[in-house]
């Protein structure tokens, strides 16, 4: 008790307290997200997301080298697919010379040793905007598993290191996991987005892969009947425990800074790692904020992806790791 005891000798000055210090933010703890488009040349800032681009197949190359002499060893690929190539189920995504295919060649060829993760939606690929196919006003579950199997056996023939399907269909995991034992793919890994919430803070990602749910007759106008409730606590981990079941090697909450609860409650009930996404939503509105003088982008950044981290995170993507790492170097 006080006096003998007092907490503040700890907090004395900076020395003490980076002694003492409980999260450690390093470039190990990032994935990097990255937007691959069609073309040559092509480095496209993202209106939405300031500082983040879409990149070519050329510029993908650079940017993955760039990322290794940074320390960062983790990407996670999104495609933007053209408006021609589209349609309700997702045909182009089974294309081996398509657009992810050549992706992930292109980072292994750049940087053999980077890991790759891939995603898995229908999402880029359908001309409604779902993760699924579409049918009579409701998304087809078994249907477009079916799809999103085929997708990760495809990746992981290009090259991927890990598929990670976001789409939360249910029962996508252990379809995927047995096509992948079936085709000999033993060591590659699933990255299940499993607790993922039918969020609002998605916006600027869907501006960057032309991505949101079209407003026709018969489409759903969102994606409330795959994604969670944000309202829920209970059923992540529920989902969680179930994608664990059927073979996930690491699980996801997305998005992050509002289920820092959510993150805390799965950590303390599985014993995979855990991986949070930051959303472009909390990165578009740092961004902004900074830019208005309202705030000190660093002091927050570093703020944000710490909370994360000391939530339980033992993987972060985000949109700041390039910008956070040159901070802690």
């Not at 010379?97 to 993760?117: E, F, H, R, S």
């Not at 805390?264 to 208005?292: F, H, L, T």
């Not at 000190?296 to 910008?323: C, P, W």
Request: hydrophobic share 40%; net charge negative.
């Amino acid at each position: 008790m006080y006096p003998l005891i007092r907490p503040r000798r700890l907090r004395s000055n900076e020395a003490i307290r980076s002694l003492v210090r409980e999260t450690i933010i390093s470039p190990n703890d990032f994935l990097v997200p990255l937007f691959v488009v069609e073309g040559k040349g092509i480095i496209e800032e993202i209106p939405s997301m300031p500082n983040y681009y879409r990149l070519s197949l050329d510029n993908l190359t650079k940017e993955v080298k760039e990322l290794w002499n940074m320390g960062l060893r983790s990407v996670l690929l999104f495609v933007k697919v053209p408006d021609n190539l589209k349609d309700n189920k997702g045909s182009e995504a089974l294309n081996e010379n398509g657009l992810m295919q050549l992706a992930i060649k292109t980072v292994k060829n750049a940087c053999p040793d980077m890991l790759v993760m891939t995603d898995v939606a229908l999402d880029p690929y359908s001309s409604y905007g779902h993760d699924g196919i579409v049918a009579d006003g409701e998304i087809l579950n078994d249907e477009s598993v079916e799809v999103l199997t085929e997708m990760s056996v495809s990746h992981a023939k290009a090259g991927a290191d890990f598929v990670a399907p976001s789409d939360m269909m249910d029962g996508r995991i252990l379809s995927i996991r047995e096509a992948l034992e079936d085709e000999g793919y033993l060591n590659t890994g699933i990255m299940a987005y499993s607790a993922k919430y039918a969020s609002a803070f998605y916006g600027p990602f869907r501006d960057a892969l032309d991505s949101a749910p079209v407003d026709i007759k018969n489409v759903p106008k969102d994606k409330k009947s795959y994604q969670m409730d944000y309202a829920n606590r209970f059923e992540a981990i529920r989902e969680t425990q179930m994608d664990i079941d059927e073979g996930a090697d690491i699980v996801m909450v997305k998005p992050g800074l509002c289920y820092l609860d959510i993150v805390r409650e799965i950590k303390n009930e599985v014993d995979v790692p855990v991986a949070v996404y930051q959303v472009s939503g909390e990165y578009a509105m740092v961004k902004a904020a900074a830019e208005k003088g309202w705030l000190d982008h660093d002091a927050v950044m570093m703020e944000q992806l710490t909370a994360i981290k000391r939530a339980g995170a033992n993987i972060i993507a985000s949109y700041f790791a390039k910008d956070a790492v040159k901070y802690i170097s």
